[in-house]
């Protein structure tokens, strides 16, 4: 089973869903890229890949990384919380996740499941299954052994747990670790049997909220290091560790130099026998507290325990929403993987993945509002908190950070964007609708620059501050730049003007709008209405292009996104949005739509402008340094896409829509493309993808932290199924292709199970029964204390 002596190409051999399961599986270990999965409790995290390599970190892996993974580094994926298996006899061993150790196993598999990552592999008749997760109980990753011994004579064997640690503060480590790498320490504390890692370096922002590591099992070790050099030894790599070679751990520890935490048991395992051993990799603040959590891992029942509650956990959460389609791939992202990526998004904003570092973002503004938008159907109150952690970093005039730090407590990024202030609009909206509960809106939420306001009052302010930031075309100031990062380089002189923004801000206006009425507050119901349709004139007059609607005016007055130039003359955003806002003419939608399809539409993909930018506006100062075809120039923009979904539900165009929808579901994509050349992981959304113009046409990137998780849940669950929250009740609209006859829904809302079904017949008129009687209209009215409703809609 080694990787290159097989077909790179043969997308069956690397790996297979099992939907029963929510598993997907691996067969091989040599996939294009690490393909990742999140372990976490909410505050102990892991990351792991198909081939165990990843990284663990308590909160903040900017300055509570626990173990080290060499981000770009060849070999790729390395290090990780490595196993291996020596035969005491032979000297020879290997290791249950196939790396680091390049021995060939007689069997090998490895799943990621919703919160776990379990590898199988067999070696000379030694079986071993190898679960790591995290559980709610323990600040902790748990790997979880189980050996096997199939052969008819007992087996005596070695085993080492391995985990290379590092300094906390990885961005420190990378400046200045030859003087601070001596205020680490690694100890052995004999009565319990643990490595106690300690990070003592100096000037550190939170040394009291730092906390210790320990590494355990729930028996014994025979012998153990601290010191890397020590287990590793010189000019080798955790492929070939002198310990495991030469006698066995050394019993070293550290004062100082590079850590690591190496547990060595000597086992004998009877023929036809099990043996079954934890380890634990945890922190604790004080070194009482980690006796109190060994001696709490060391029950009986504790690993066996927090994996059912891990699983009780994700079935409860993911019971909230599920679907039966008559398309596997779409069913599946629904009812599994789309959600467990959204709260992934939702968990880590886009801090650390295979491709972010996790050493430079924090929480993003605007791409956490967005994420909470999937979240709501699933933790009101988790959605709650977040948006009132967004909403702390407001200041009284309405605009906000443009990303911080709650954890580490540095400085925010400061930049004030044209769109960041009013996404918590849509969120604050969402929350409401769902729960049908306007307190919300009066709970209290401090000021970043003093006092505080009330939840409705944050929002006021954000309206207002866009309100008072209006360029000469009447649009709203660009400022640093709207949604799309690339764009502060149009407007420098800070006269540049976002049409995009201005449908943005509509979309917030009309949000802004039901809350106050709501409020039955009349005056602002009819400001937020006015100030709607001012915009709406300006985006139907200075926003038509002719074809389709402009993107921005540049500091220079010029209409950017417009046919008049030979670069990026059309935009996503701007014709997705024109719909979504309910501000384009309907005429105009239809026809910039049409364009979309056209112009922008590839088989893998919608891209986000065209054509690419290579000389425009000028060549000395072109608009963007990303080479034509990629990121934010002419690449696929994943997260764009949704909103053209959208848009084609919003038009009634269900087939389009459902193309749209479809050729981004990772394994879909990956089957168009072709795995080498996609390469990121089948099972959950990218950023981006390589366009046409690029020499690489399908080529995935920066996958799992994504807006694109978020807003491609809205766009399936809400419009093309319809399912759409409103205050009065549930609204079922579907816009489903014309290939799909019947499918079923179960979704929670406000306490009720609602049992739903519906025929998709197109010529049929459009009815819908609630227990079987017919209701009026498309929203199912909210009926207090209702348990269970069973809905049957004909299309
Ligand atoms: C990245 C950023 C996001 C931005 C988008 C488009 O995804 O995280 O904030 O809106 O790029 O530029």
Redesign the pocket.
Known sequence: MDGNDMDRNDIKSYYYFKDEEKEVRFKRHDTPTPWMNYLSNGTFHTMISQAGGGVAFYKSPQIWRISRYRFFHLPTDRSGPYIYIQDAKTKEYWSPTYEPVEVRLDKWESAHGMGYTRFMAEKDGLCAELTYFVGELENSLIWNLKLKNNNSVDKKIKLFAFVELGMMEFMRELQWQCYNKHQLSVKYKESSGALIYKYGVENQPKPDETPLVYFTADRRPSAYDGDRDEFIGSYRSEANPFAIEKDGCTNSTLLGGDPCAALQFDITIKAGQEETINIFLGTGMTEEEIEKSIENSRQADFTSKSFKLLKEHWNNYLGKFKCSLPDTDAQRQINIWNPYQADRNFLFS?NISFYATGTFRGV?Y??TAQDILSKVPFDIEASKDKIKLLLSQEYKDGHVNHYFFPNEGWEPVKSIHSDDHLWTVLSVWQVVIESGDLSFLDEKVSYYDGGDGTVYDHLTKSIDFTLSKLGVNGFPLMLRSD????LFRVCREGKGESIWTAMQFGVALKKMAELAKLKGNKEEVLKYNTKYEQQKVLVNSTGWDGKWFRRAVMDDGRFLGSDVHEEAKIWLNAQTWAVMSGMGDKDKCIQAMDCVKEMLDTELGIKKIHPSIVNFPSPEDPLTNYNPGTG?NGAVFC?ANTWAIIAECMLGRGDIAYKYYKQLIPNVAMEKAGIWRYKAEPYVYV?NIFGPESDKFGLANVSWL??TAAWMYVAVTQYIMGIRPQWEGLMINPCLPSEWDNISIEREFRGCKYDIEISNNSKGAKSISVDGERIKGNIIPHVSGRKTAIVKVIM
């Open positions: 886009r993003g605007r791409d949604w799309n990062d690339q934010e997260h950023s994504t807006g």
